[in-house]
């Protein structure tokens, strides 16, 4: 048994024999979507349906059987993309669009006017064209213009098609149509972007259901493919219908469903805690520094052992990035252990040893004296890079420098350096 709905839009059903492996459907209607549906009946237990989508071509002048071009709903053919209409005048335009290489062997333009009643107009064009021009039309009338595929085994693309008004100016309108909506998405907030393939719009119009179940909606310009959607729920699924406004017509919807990402911990993402450096050590005493290149802290407190393994706490508010630890026993190796507090998180640790300087007997009256570190170079590494820069950075963990030279090769293979400041860290290279 095949089932269908006519032209009408009325059921129609065909019954065949079991030994049946074919049938003919007489009476489509050109340019009409059916579905068919296929039933198997083994005693009045039906088994199905297998299903296929086809759209009649219109009558050929030498052959008055309708043929159908099948629409695979599985795994379709390579379709036709970007069908469009140019270069309009009074009585003549020009339909292009764009097809994979040696993928058909023909392409087959129906053109009509669809008030008129008329059968529609068929050109046939070699499958390596991409254009045809439409001659001899009629000034202010509305055509439908469709574009089939024909394969070189004789099976057909699914059918492409627009509507376009030629006025008598000769300018044409072609009705606006959008598609392709997509969206990027953080815990509260997505932003949506879409593509407009032929017309104009007024404006767009975005609906949705916050996380309370009541209707939001938030309007853009027409010349506006993009929108930010704030103060979103985490976690939290949503679908967003997009409308197009032309003429105080609403097109659409064109709808995406989503899901929010979970709540952001600012404090994991967003602070950062690095580089504990042992920057000066005398015989009873050591200066730590540190950097925070992201985000804040509360406080701060740094914990060792004494010279007798007792545990030592020093606490900095949030804002330090050194400290001088003192009352340190001379030649003794400590272990610093820096923690960062940001509400109720504790960041850390980050080490770093040091020894402290012996007391050089002949200079008793000076038993602190400072023991000169040697300048050493640490970390090298790249924080952002963009086309045409470059952002450097770098540590000293030990002693300083009077300054540093960064030396490159530009595109020509040219040699390029670029002096920087000895208190320096870190320094963008420009015109790359």
Do not use: C
């Amino acid at each position: 048994v095949i089932q269908y709905k006519d032209g009408e839009g009325k059921p129609k059903l065909l019954k065949m024999d079991k030994n049946s492996r074919e049938a003919t459907i007489s009476n489509l209607v050109p340019f009409r979507k059916y579905k068919f549906n296929l039933y198997v009946l083994l005693g009045r237990k039906p088994f199905g349906p297998v299903s296929l989508e086809v759209v009649p071509a219109p009558s050929s002048p030498t052959n008055d059987k309708i043929q159908t071009i099948a629409v695979p709903t599985s795994t379709p053919e390579a379709p036709l993309k970007n069908l469009q209409v140019t270069e309009i005048s009074p009585n003549q335009l020009r339909v292009t669009w764009s097809a994979p290489p040696g993928f058909f062997h023909k392409f087959y333009v129906y053109y009509r006017d669809p008030k008129s009643g008329a059968p529609p107009q068929k050109i046939s064009i070699p499958g390596t064209e991409r254009s045809v021009d439409l001659m001899d039309l009629q000034p202010g009338t509305e055509y439908e213009v469709e574009l089939h595929g024909e394969r070189p085994g004789g099976t057909y693309s699914a059918p492409f098609s627009t509507k376009i008004i030629i006025d008598s100016s000769g300018t044409g309108k072609i009705p606006a149509t959008f598609k392709d909506i997509s969206a990027t998405v953080t815990s509260n907030s997505a932003h949506l972007s879409w593509t407009v393939s032929s017309g104009e719009f007024d404006s767009f119009l975005i609906q949705y259901k916050d996380a309370e179940g009541k209707l939001q909606e938030l309007l853009t310009e027409g010349d506006s493919h993009e929108i930010t959607i704030p103060n979103l729920a985490a976690s939290h699924r949503y679908t967003i219908d997009l409308y197009g406004i032309s003429n105080q017509e609403r097109l659409g919807p064109a709808s995406i469903t989503f899901v929010t990402g979970p709540p952001e911990d600012l404090s994991v993402h967003k602070t950062v805690l690095k580089d504990l450096v042992v920057s000066e050590v005398t015989s009873n005493s050591a200066r730590l520094t540190w950097r925070v290149p992201s985000g804040r802290f509360d406080s701060f407190f740094l914990q060792y052992r004494d010279s007798e393994g007792s545990d030592q706490t020093l606490r900095m508010d949030g804002d330090s990035r050194e400290i001088i630890i003192p009352n340190l026993v001379p030649s003794q190796r400590y272990r610093f252990n820096l923690y960062g507090i940001l509400g109720t998180q504790t960041h850390g640790p980050l080490f770093a040893d040091a020894v402290t300087a012996a007391v050089q007997e002949p200079k008793k009256e000076k038993p602190d004296e400072t023991i000169v570190i040697k300048p050493s170079l640490g970390e090298f590494s790249v924080l952002d890079v963009t086309s045409d820069t470059i952002h450097l950075y770098w540590t000293v963990p030990t002693g300083s420098y009077d300054s540093f030279l960064i030396q490159y090769k530009d595109a020509d293979g040219q040699p390029q350096a670029l002096p920087v400041e000895g208190d320096s860290r870190e320094v963008t290279v420009n015109n790359l």
